[in-house]
């Protein structure tokens, strides 16, 4: 897949094409369907694929007090993108400017003149141009005058839900993250250095862990304790218990978010993990001594040896989706 930043990068002599634009975070089965049909009809036509997406979110730029926090990030984000067979990628920077083209100035400069489209496939929510005011059906409409046709795609989901970034993100907030997994299709992932904690786990506890540090726009988990992976640079998974929440046995105030691996003795600081959250196994709790707590933990890890024993098939599906 070709990746370029800005639509005046796009290749030149690209071609016709079919076109899907979207923000696309998290990559869920929503924008995967939507994706899966760009790319399908591409292949029909024999045309090539794109998708369109912007960075920074436009919301950030938009209206940064409602902006939500990111499912993946931006590389993650192609990563999971290129694994659905699509031809290119298009980052559109997100700015003020970009936000008041009139919606037949944003389909002449995006789709007619850059991308060449012959066909656009699109959420049936989607909107477009200055303050949002242009529908699937200016666009379509726009679409006749221009020489392409466009495609609506109807919401996908389940009977209990509709999948969306926000129902994703709802569910990771409030520690559901086996429906996250569902909706995502694969365990929803936390990704980035592992730096050095209070070192508690090690020496007061028996069970060192490996704390990450994500980046602040990233969604969290609610505070609890996980079944997960911990994958490393190199694609190599290995189980492990996470621990999200401020360690309120020992009066900690800061969240943090940890990574106990099961069967692991090396070093893991400084290198670049992600942590993917298979299912939650408890609540965050407070001990009134540090027995307890160990005896706890010494369960948190036999019940997350147990479920990762029983979704063993998900260390194939993480390795697809590293980073």
Known sequence: MQRWRGIEATPRRWGRSVVTIGVFDGVHRG???????????????????????????????????????SLTDLDYRGDLIASLDVDGLCVLPFTREFSQLAPEDFVNDLLVERLN??????????????KA?????????????????????????????????TYVRGRIESGDVAAARQALGRPYRL?????????????????????????????????????????????????????????????????????????????LYGEQ?????????????????????VDQMHADVDETRKLLDELSGLLTLTRMHVC
């Open 273 to 293: 993990v992600s942590l993917d959250f298979v299912a939650r196994i408890r609540e965050q709790r407070t001990y009134d001594s540090l027995q307890p707590l």
């Open 133 to 165: 005011s242009g529908d699937t059906e200016l666009l379509k409409e726009l679409g006749e005058s221009a020489g392409f046709t466009v495609d609506a795609v109807a919401l996908s989901g389940t009977d209990d839900a509709v999948f969306s970034s």
């Open 31 to 69: 924008h995967q369907h939507i994706i899966g049909k760009t790319v399908a009809e591409a292949r029909r036509a024999q045309l090539r694929s794109v998708v369109v997406t912007f960075d920074p979110h436009p919301l950030q730029v938009l209206r940064p007090d409602k902006c939500p926090t």
């Open 191 to 267: 990704s980035g250095p592992v730096v050095h904690g209070a070192d508690r786990g090690g020496k007061q506890l028996g069970f060192p862990t490996a704390n990450l540090r994500h980046t602040p726009t990233a969604t969290v988990p609610a505070d609890g304790v996980y079944a997960g992976w911990l994958v490393r640079s190199d694609g190599t998974a290995l189980k492990a218990a996470l621990s999200v929440g401020t360690n309120p046995t020992f009066d900690g105030v800061s969240q943090s978010v940890e990574a106990y691996v099961l069967d692991f003795s090396d070093d």
């Open 117 to 130: 489209a012959a066909h656009v496939v699109v959420g049936e929510n989607f909107r477009f141009g200055h």
